[in-house]
């Protein structure tokens, strides 16, 4: 009998910058917050009715700044345990998500969403692609709004593939980190897939981070350097890699979702490609984005909540 394959993954490459303690971290809100005026965009939506399915090491379930904003999850590394974080990576990408807007540590692009945490990556950041295409079939029966992962690998692996092609025919969407290996062929999978939402890093001048990857299948870039947001146990810590502006876009995903959900704006968001179709529209280009191939190196630009605000307006 042949050998069943077991396709291996790992976190994309991430900088860390520095830590915090609980104590002393007085709330404050990361340079994309600011720099795309969301607390404006809060007078509209803070991601209500919204919950997000964090495929990633878990997440610190007892964090001060997310408990209230967590709901059951699974843990596919090990189903006897809860989905609890050991690495940190996990915990920090949903503290871009749903930090709660309180008086501590940081606030969250959606700080009203739920996030279902789906631990598929062990504590050293490693795990299977198949534990992955399971954790994409979990959340869709557990009727997630939308997916985020912020793992990857060179490879194709069909079954995630398929996993994928399975949510987006329920209308959920997923967010997918590009990569950090920085000029690359095509981003990694499963970002390069089609049916995936691609997104790539820039720093605080709006210029594409020299480690974000590049492909023809990349589609909208995000804050993704120097993010400061929650790790275990009750710290915070700045990060920086495509893994953190991957919540960043679907963030702001879910802030119009929620819009459309409560009512508040006819807008079609029942596939894929429309959250693609939105997004295009309301677009800022790269500031070092001289190139002969925009698509390849920006996508189709940072992703703007400004305009988009704008437009609801």
């Given amino acids: 009998m042949a050998k069943k394959k077991n396709y291996k993954c790992k976190l994309l490459p991430f900088e860390r910058i520095d830590c915090l303690s609980m104590q002393e971290a007085k709330q404050k809100s990361g340079w994309g917050i600011s720099a795309f005026d969301l607390p404006k965009a809060w007078k509209y939506s ?27 999850g699974k843990n596919f590394c090990n189903p006897r345990k809860p989905p609890q974080d050991g690495n ?63 793992l990857g690998a060179p490879m194709k692996v069909q079954q995630v593939r398929k996993a994928i092609q399975f949510a987006a025919k329920a209308g959920i969407p997923t967010f997918v980190a590009a990569g950090n290996a920085g000029n690359t062929k095509e981003v990694f999978y499963p970002a390069n897939y089609p049916e995936t939402i691609a997104i790539g890093a820039i720093d605080e001048n709006f210029q594409r981070a020299n480690f974000s990857n590049t492909g023809q299948n990349l589609d909208f870039m995000a804050p993704g350097v120097d993010i400061f947001s929650t790790v275990p146990d009750d710290w915070y810590a700045t990060l920086s890699g495509t893994s953190m502006a991957c919540p ?39 500031n ?26």
Wanted: hydrophobic share 40%; aromatic share 6%; charged share 25%.
């Fill in 46 to 72: 803070q991601g209500e009715c919204v919950t997000i399915a964090v495929l990633d090491t878990g997440c610190d379930l007892d964090h001060p700044d997310l408990r209230d904003n967590l709901v059951e």
């Fill in 88 to 150: 940190g990576h996990g915990t920090h990408v949903t503290g871009t998500l749903i930090a709660s807007n309180n008086d501590i540590g940081v606030v969250g692009v959606c700080p009203k969403a739920k996030v279902r945490p789906v631990k598929v990556l062990d504590d050293k950041g490693n795990g299977s692609l198949l534990n992955v295409a399971a954790g994409i079939r979990w959340a869709v029966a557990a009727k997630c709004d939308m997916i985020q992962m912020s």
């Fill in 248 to 286: 960043f876009a679907c963030g702001v995903a879910a802030l119009v979702l929620s819009h459309v959900k409560r009512g508040k704006i006819d807008l079609k968001l029942d596939t894929v490609q429309d959250y693609r179709d939105v997004f295009k529209k309301y677009t800022t280009p790269i």
């Fill in 288 to 313: 070092n984005g001289n190139y002969t191939n925009k698509k390849f190196y920006q996508g189709f630009g940072i992703i703007d909540p400004r305009k988009l605000m704008e437009a609801i307006e």
